[in-house]
């Protein structure tokens, strides 16, 4: 045990860099782009540092274009997954106990590994295997995981130096221990931070994890694995189990040393899972710590004095950027008749004008939707405002999966407020407007309010002060991080910290102190310096 208190200082936000033409950054994912399409990845089971691969595979194939084949990954099974446990339980006693300054410098090294010899390459697997284009994937892939890694040490480091008073009799003392069990990391497909963030943060604190990427994301997920493992993360601290949700999860859920569920995904799935526990909730050796982020049904509000111009590239970038999966993507809008007889001309052909096409063609703004079935799901949307007498598809409506799973941006209008796309969560290239009478500014600020059972993100646009506190006030439910002149997406680690309530999650804070508290135990520690030797008091005196 080292005799020094390591004082981390407030690290900066890294940078994000442009890949404009030209650029030697830009030259370099365009090289990893087309060596990882002529690579074949083949993507095992990974459970105490040992590679397994199994019989039940799945080809990983880009989404913007179906012929290439990035890959395959290898699923577990059940049986699989008892070693996961069993190996995570073996690894957590040293873990638990080593050094908290060496677990912190693991994470450090795989930031500063991000930050620079891996940088390009994660960029370009995400870019590849999940559609993003190359902007979107250094905001994510690149510099938001690189400040979770370096601001979970930076956070962890000021909870460990929280302690209580002492006084001349007695030391008291604050531990933090991780929980008494493993910690299950489930991440969406959509973030590969968030991917890299929900098994590294409990595993900084001394937990060990097991990690099931999404069936979607493996190829980003499994190669932040391996960067973990060349910063110098030991065996078995993370077990790595692809495979299916509905096989791995009751397996997971049902064991008694399950401490801890670190979710970010689907509204539905995170109520099943919480279910599962409920049921087994007598079998536990503790109670397990449940933390989600889960769905959003996002919006943007305009008052009448709203600037135009920066309403619509809020509106632009917020509803369309990543294809509109993002769960704070604006999918929503409340705007007054004036303003939108103002803008409409210009956020329809700004709409109209978006590039929609494969990564690898940096002037593309649109990419591919993840999936067939987000393809499926997203599009019958579309086919319902279409012909639907309650809603007019004013840009956009076209779609194609021929190729690739390509959907045009799409806005809708909607004639009533509950029209089924300002209610329902898309998740998707497509935002609906609802137009209002400016007079009724209040009333319809109310109904934004309690139209989705979401509270996850939400924005005001108003120069004037009075009605911009009026919606702060009125919403400050209905959206966990609220932007005043901004797009509801992009929160940054260290400066918003995110997450919402009511059906979007625990609010737990990804990006802050609050999160890692949920994976840490306190214990107090009382040392009597001079304990008393005699039972009686003064109050017992008969004078």
Known sequence: MSNRILGLERPDNEPIYNYEPGSKRRKEVKRQLKKMKEEFLEIPVVIGGKEIKTDN?????????????LGQYHKADEELVQQAIENSMEAKAEWASMDWE?????????????????????????????????????????????????????????????????????????????????????????????????????????????????????????????????????????????????????EVIADSRLAGIHFTGSTATFQYMWEEVGRNIKNYDSYPRIVGETGGKDFVFAHKSADPEALITALVRGAFEYQGQKCSAASRAYIPHELWDEISEDLIQQVEDLKVGPVEDFTNFINAVIDHKAFKDITEYIDHAR?????????????????GFYIDPTIVLAEEPDYKTMVEEIFGPVLTIYLYDSEEYEETLKLCDNTSPYGLTGAIFSKDREATVKARETLVQAAGNFYINDKPTGAVVGRQPFGGARASGTNDKAGSKLNLYRWISPRTIKENLVPPKDYSYPFMEDK
């Not at 595979?57 to 084949?69: G, L, N, Q, R, W």
């Not at 012909?387 to 190729?403: C, F, T």
Request: aromatic share 12%; charged share 20%; glycine share 6%.
């Open 102 to 250: 060496d677990r912190v410098a693991i994470f450090d090294r795989a930031a500063a590994l991000l930050a620079g010899p891996w940088r390009a390459k994660i960029n370009a697997a995400t870019m590849l295997a999940q559609s993003k284009n190359i902007f979107q994937a250094e905001i994510d892939a690149a510099c938001e995981l690189i400040d979770f890694f370096r601001f979970n040490n930076y956070y962890l480091s000021q909870i460990y130096q929280d302690q209580p008073a002492s006084s001349e009799t007695e030391i008291n003392k604050m531990e933090y221990r991780p929980l008494e069990g493993f910690v299950f990391a489930v991440p969406p497909f959509n973030f590969t931070s968030i991917g890299g963030n929900l098994p590294s943060a409990p595993a900084v604190c001394g937990n060990t994890v097991l990690w099931k990427p999404a069936s979607t994301a493996v190829y980003s997920n499994y190669l932040i694995f391996k960067l973990l493992e060349e910063a110098g993360l030991p065996a078995g601290v993370i077990n790595f189990i692809p495979g299916s949700g509905r096989e791995i999860g009751p």
């Open 387 to 403: 012909e639907s007498a309650d809603a007019k598809i004013l840009a956009g409506g076209e779609y194609d999966d021929s190729n």
């Open 57 to 69: 595979t799945a080809e990983i194939k880009c989404p913007h274009d179906h012929s290439t084949v």
